[in-house]
């Protein structure tokens, strides 16, 4: 069974940092493509990251860039997204997601960040 | 403001068939294939549609979807209860190197 589980969320006062994870089993990561999703409360999702399958290739929305970062380690079945210099805009449901919009697409269920003062 | 336009809602009755529309431009939808999710409340957006037509394995074939120029579509036959939730169209951009969503449509079936 396909797993993604995310983890390191939480409370953060503007400025501040957090490393997220996302724990994968039940398929070879090394295959695959590997973004990050965030969603606001009541909005839709928003596209934050995506790594490519071993990790030589990255990009970023135009709103988290320079700010955040993402990696990963294979061998450990992890996908990282460090998250620094949080604003309250970054509040959201960050979700890890397996080859995003095609046919093997899976997603976590998802870890909160929260920002605020 | 979405790149991509959706329908804030749309509603139907059960057993009765509802389409959703997913406008965007050629730099997203015209060039690129889409795909459409359904979330559920309290959890995460699940696939429903990609390469604008294709269901994954465990999907009914009570979903379909189709894309015409700059805007795809996707249709609910049958509707039941259970369908009521928020559904996304998404796509690549190529002009902002990014991928991008609509703002969702909320079902309601009366």
């Known amino acids: 069974e396909v797993q993604l589980v995310e983890s390191g969320g939480g409370s953060v006062q503007p400025g501040g940092s957090l490393r997220l994870s996302c724990a994968t089993s039940?398929?070879?990561?090394?295959?695959?493509?590997m973004h990050w999703v965030r969603q606001a409360p009541g909005r839709g999702p928003v596209w934050v990251s995506r790594?490519?399958?071993?990790?030589?290739?990255?990009s970023y929305a135009d709103s988290v860039k320079g700010r955040f970062t993402i990696s990963r380690d294979n061998a450990k079945n992890t996908v990282y997204l460090q998250v620094s210099s949080l604003r309250a805009e970054d509040t959201a449901v960050y979700y890890c997601?397996?080859?995003?919009?095609?046919?093997?697409?899976?997603w976590g269920q998802g870890t909160l960040v929260t920002v605020s003062s | 403001q979405s790149v991509l336009t959706q329908p804030p809602s749309v509603s139907a009755a059960p057993g009765q068939k509802v389409t959703i529309s997913c406008s965007g431009s050629?730099?997203?939808?015209?060039?690129?294939?889409v795909s459409w999710y359904q979330q559920l409340p309290g959890t995460a957006p699940k696939l429903l549609i990609y390469?604008?037509?294709k269901r994954p394995s465990g999907i009914p074939d009570r979903f379909s979807g189709s894309k015409s120029g700059t805007s795809a579509t996707l249709g609910i036959t049958g509707l039941q209860t259970g369908d009521e939730a928020d559904y996304y169209c998404?796509?690549?951009?190529?002009?902002?190197?990014?991928?991008?969503f609509g703002g969702g449509t909320k079902l309601t079936v009366l």
């Open positions: 998404g796509t690549w951009d190529s002009s902002l190197s990014a991928v991008v």
């Open positions: 790594i490519n399958a071993d990790g030589t290739t990255t």
């Open positions: 390469h604008n037509d």
């Open positions: 039940g398929f070879t990561l090394s295959w695959f493509w």
């Open positions: 050629s730099s997203n939808v015209g060039n690129n294939y």
């Open positions: 997601v397996r080859g995003l919009l095609g046919g093997d697409d899976s």
